[in-house]
């Protein structure tokens, strides 16, 4: 098992064509890669059957494992009480165990502190974020005038680790007296919630946020930027701040790109104090497939998962 850097071959694609069935879980996934049924997953392995898939020598050639230029995180709808108010928004990043969650993956990503992830350009090492503190959750939901907590939900897919992770967050926010509501859907179905305001957290494991383009925009231009708080669209905390939104055009057409990159640590670090998502991790991709299928170098890619054009099956 060995994360191999991507490179780029003339005389691509190699495969004919390629098969992807959709809908198929995890588990049943993994069940027919190693009936010889099927020569790729998707998904990552689920976290059981990683332990023992990652730790037997057979496996040895058939797993790969690239860092993702991703951050996941809990989107906080900024304009459904109680979280129109800040100090409750703080609290929810202050209760978070984040480090259980890694756990959870098995170890399969890195904690988040802040909006970009750590491969952006513009993430910010000496930031250090909200820390794991109950007790401070609890101090600032009694200041925003809620000391014995409230009620609400969050939606996540139903796709295995995202419920138990969802349960996961269910266990820490009842701590500081908040009883969350687990709301499992279709991923079609979470995304038309989120995007259209009609849910107050969203759990984005499985959905988002991979980098698109390498530049720190992409990580506000499209989710919290002005111009995505529209219906349907992916900025599912329906955040706006005018003044930041100039700020983050302004930086668009800075050229210097230490000036530019500094700019972008202070928008991000206002967007934090806000407190408009949970951070929780940065991800790692994990693929198993058949001992046929090869790739050169990798099957993998850091933003676009499969690199389907570097495969080929051995006869």
Same mark, same amino acid.
Request: aromatic content about 10%; hydrophobic content about 35%.
């Given at each position: 098992?060995?994360?191999?850097?991507?490179?780029?071959?003339?005389?691509?694609?190699?495969?004919?064509?390629?098969?992807?069935?959709?809908?198929?879980?995890?588990?049943?996934?993994?069940?027919?890669?190693?009936?010889?049924?099927?020569?790729?997953?998707?998904?990552?392995?689920?976290?059981?059957?990683?332990?023992?898939?990652?730790?037997?020598?057979?496996?040895?050639?058939?797993?790969?494992?690239?860092?993702?230029?991703?951050?996941?995180?809990?989107?906080?709808?900024?304009?459904?009480?109680?979280?129109?108010?800040?100090?409750?928004?703080?609290?929810?990043?202050?209760?978070?165990?984040?480090?259980?969650?890694?756990?959870?993956?098995?170890?399969?990503?890195?904690?988040?502190?802040?909006?970009?992830?750590?491969?952006?350009?513009?993430?910010?090492?000496?930031? *250090?974020?909200?820390?794991?503190?109950? =007790?401070?959750?609890? %101090? +600032?939901?009694?200041? &925003?005038?809620?000391?014995?907590? !409230?009620?609400?939900?969050?939606?996540?897919?139903?796709?295995?680790?995202?419920?138990?992770?969802?349960?996961?967050?269910?266990?820490?926010?009842?701590?500081?007296?908040?009883?969350?509501?687990?709301?499992?859907?279709?991923?079609?179905?979470?995304?038309?919630?989120?995007?259209?305001?009609?849910?107050?957290?969203?759990?984005?494991?499985?959905?988002?946020?991979?980098?698109?383009?390498?530049?720190?925009?992409?990580?506000?231009?499209?989710?919290?930027?002005?111009?995505?708080?529209?219906?349907?669209?992916?900025?599912?905390?329906?955040?706006?701040?005018?003044?930041?939104?100039?700020?983050?055009?302004?930086?668009?057409?800075?050229?210097?790109?230490? *000036?530019?990159?500094?700019?972008?640590? =202070?928008?991000?670090? %206002? +967007?934090?104090?806000? &407190?408009?998502?949970?951070?929780? !991790?940065?991800?790692?991709?994990?693929?198993?497939?058949?001992?046929?299928?090869?790739?050169?170098?990798?099957?993998?890619?850091?933003?676009?998962?499969?690199?389907?054009?570097?495969?080929?099956?051995?006869?």
């Amino acid at each position: 098992m060995s994360v191999i850097p991507s490179t780029s071959y003339e005389g691509l694609p190699y495969l004919d064509q390629v098969k992807i069935e959709v809908g198929v879980e995890p588990d049943v996934a993994l069940l027919r890669l190693e009936t010889g049924e099927i020569h790729l997953m998707g998904d990552p392995p689920p976290g059981a059957e990683w332990t023992r898939i990652s730790n037997d020598p057979a496996w040895q050639d058939r797993i790969e494992i690239q860092p993702q230029v991703s951050t996941i995180y809990i989107a906080i709808n900024v304009t459904w009480p109680p979280f129109d108010n800040v100090l409750v928004r703080r609290a929810l990043n202050h209760a978070i165990d984040k480090e259980r969650i890694i756990q959870l993956l098995n170890g399969r990503g890195t904690v988040a502190n802040q909006i970009l992830p750590p491969l952006m350009p513009g993430y910010d090492p000496d930031y *250090k974020g909200y820390d794991y503190n109950p =007790e401070k959750a609890k %101090a +600032l939901l009694a200041e &925003a005038g809620y000391p014995d907590g !409230f009620e609400t939900s969050i939606e996540c897919i139903a796709v295995e680790p995202q419920p138990k992770l969802c349960e996961s967050f269910q266990e820490d926010l009842a701590q500081i007296g908040i009883k969350l509501t687990i709301n499992t859907l279709a991923a079609p179905n979470v995304i038309d919630d989120a995007g259209n305001g009609r849910t107050p957290l969203t759990w984005s494991g499985g959905l988002a946020w991979i980098q698109d383009y390498p530049d720190p925009d992409d990580f506000y231009g499209p989710i919290l930027g002005c111009d995505s708080n529209v219906p349907g669209g992916w900025n599912w905390s329906r955040y706006c701040n005018k003044e930041l939104h100039a700020k983050a055009m302004e930086l668009l057409t800075i050229t210097d790109r230490e *000036k530019r990159l500094q700019g972008y640590k =202070e928008l991000f670090r %206002a +967007l934090m104090d806000d &407190a408009v998502w949970v951070p929780i !991790f940065n991800g790692v991709y994990t693929v198993a497939h058949s001992e046929k299928l090869r790739g050169e170098a990798t099957l993998t890619h850091p933003e676009h998962s499969l690199r389907y054009e570097t495969m080929w099956l051995e006869q």
